[in-house]
């Protein structure tokens, strides 16, 4: 009985292992929202990029084309330190920029994500991307030509519903607010002994039962597919 009763409970730990890591990685999200969403863009857009050209080498059948190893490395240069940063504070600040009382707001963030962000951020993704290839500016300009709008209207098909209910129907309490770190901060250290137990213990707690765990786990855990496929799309623009 002893060991059964011991692989029952080995197995209950690894079976528990994904939920302790999702919620360590919620805890980092409230501890440190900025670098840990910097490093989770570094590493999607570098899986991104590598998942293109591993597509692009089996649609050619090139076996013995080697991959090439600067662009995951460019990608995850400009994930960690443009996509994650970036990203973060323009979602924070909409939320005071349009506050959910102001008439439309749901409507007014949509396009001002859409209409704005959208087209500037792609538009930053090529330059960036033209600079840390080494390339000119002539170079630049046939790659806005060619690429820019096939993906932007791509981001536009893809992204629209998804931001439509990122934006207005997940709040950006808990792992994705660090207002709720900032006012700790004014009044009490957070580098206090008990704080990060807690947001610990928070984050498991949230993660248990069906109900309480499958909507933030589908979250999390979609948001990051997505991610990592228009990474790759992006990547496969320079095919």
């Known amino acids: 009985m002893a060991p059964a009763a011991s692989r029952l409970r080995a197995e209950a730990g690894l079976g528990a292992l994904p939920r302790r890591a999702l919620a360590q990685y919620l805890l980092f999200l409230r501890l440190y929202p900025v670098l840990t969403k910097a490093a989770t863009s570094g590493i999607l857009s570098a899986l991104g990029n590598f998942l293109a050209q ?17 662009g995951p490395l460019r990608y995850a240069v400009y994930g960690f330190f443009f996509t994650g940063p970036l990203s973060h504070f323009f979602y924070f600040f909409m939320e005071h920029w349009i ?11 949509l396009l001002l994500d859409r209409l704005v962000f959208a087209p500037a951020f792609l538009m930053l993704f090529f330059l960036i991307m033209n600079f840390l290839e080494g390339k000119d500016a002539s170079a630049f300009a046939a790659k806005m030509r060619g690429g820019f709008w096939p993906a932007l209207r791509m981001n536009w098909r893809v992204w629209t519903p998804l931001q439509f209910i990122n934006i ?3 709040p950006l309490k808990g792992p994705q607010d660090h207002s709720h770190t900032g006012r700790m901060g004014c009044s009490t250290p957070c580098s206090m002994a008990g704080y990060p137990q ?10 248990q039962g069906p109900r309480a765990s499958l909507p933030q786990k589908f979250r999390v855990l979609f948001a990051n597919l997505a991610a990592l496929f228009w990474y790759a799309y992006l990547a496969s623009l320079g095919k």
């Open 99 to 109: 506050p959910p009382e102001v008439p439309l707001a749901g409507l007014r963030r």
């Open 198 to 207: 807690m947001l610990q213990e928070e984050a498991w707690q949230s993660l």
């Open 168 to 170: 207005n129907y997940v």
């Open 54 to 70: 591993m597509i692009e080498k089996k649609r050619k059948k090139e076996n013995s084309r080697s991959l090439d190893v600067g």
